[in-house]
């Protein structure tokens, strides 16, 4: 089946500090990316989509400075917090598409817990 | 805005019995249909993706869907404590955004 492939796993950090995660389709292309943050308890957030060779779209209220999006290649989406603060602590989750058909799923990579100190 | 709800629940079975999962969807153009399962401090898992009306059996998933309800349901045949977890319902919204309803929280009791 698909694999999407997401690292680091888990981050912690100062504030102050510029993360950066990766997400990579394993074994498929994959021209739209996702990604998602979740606080505990909460449902998944969309905050972006991922397009390769473009401009990523964010959703309403999420700060394009703050977080930058690359999709340099069909296999791999990067998300950088930059100058991240504590209220950035959360759960990050990317996801993604095959190029293949239509109506493809989405496959969700395991997921970056980022805690802030 | 296109919307997908669901019962938040949490929905709580006997180890055993059938777990009846329910959404539904505001956007009557949908073509794509998914159920996830979400274990709690994990991502989201695909089980099951439905694409035409009626019913889809994968094991002991069966998913179910009624275009003209706009309605879709997933099916836990003989629950088991394993599938206790938050699942959540997807709908294919158009332009390759899917929308995801908030989710239903089952407990199978063992």
């Given at each position: 089946g698909a694999v999407v492939s997401q690292h680091p796993s888990r981050v912690i950090c100062k504030s102050g500090t510029s993360v950066k995660i990766e997400c990579r389709s394993l074994d498929f292309q994959a021209t739209t990316m996702f990604w998602y943050r979740q606080f505990p308890k909460q449902s998944l957030m969309l905050m972006?989509?991922?397009?390769?060779g473009s401009k990523a779209t964010?959703?309403?209220g999420v700060e394009k400075d703050k977080f930058l999006i690359n999709h340099a290649s069909l296999t791999l989406s990067t998300?950088?917090?930059t100058s991240a603060h504590p209220e950035d602590s959360s759960f990050y989750i990317c996801?993604?598409?095959e190029d293949s058909g239509q109506y493809q799923p989405q496959h969700f990579g395991d997921g970056t817990r980022l805690s802030i100190l | 805005q296109k919307e997908v709800e669901q019962n938040s629940g949490p929905l709580s079975v006997p180890?055993?019995?059938i777990a009846s999962l329910n959404c539904t969807y505001?956007?009557?153009g949908s073509q794509s249909f998914f159920w996830y399962r979400q274990y709690s401090g994990?991502?989201?898992e695909l089980i099951m993706s439905i694409y035409s009306n009626g019913d889809k059996e994968d094991g002991r998933f069966t998913a179910q869907l009624n275009k003209a309800s706009q309605y879709v349901s997933l099916l836990i045949r003989d629950s088991q404590p394993s599938d206790s977890a938050t699942y959540l319902c997807a709908v294919e919204a158009g332009g390759f955004k899917t929308i995801f309803g908030a989710g239903t929280r089952?407990?199978?009791k063992a």
């Open positions: 972006a989509t991922s397009n390769e964010y959703e309403q998300l950088t917090v996801s993604a598409r | 180890e055993g019995a505001s956007d009557r994990k991502s989201p089952l407990f199978v």
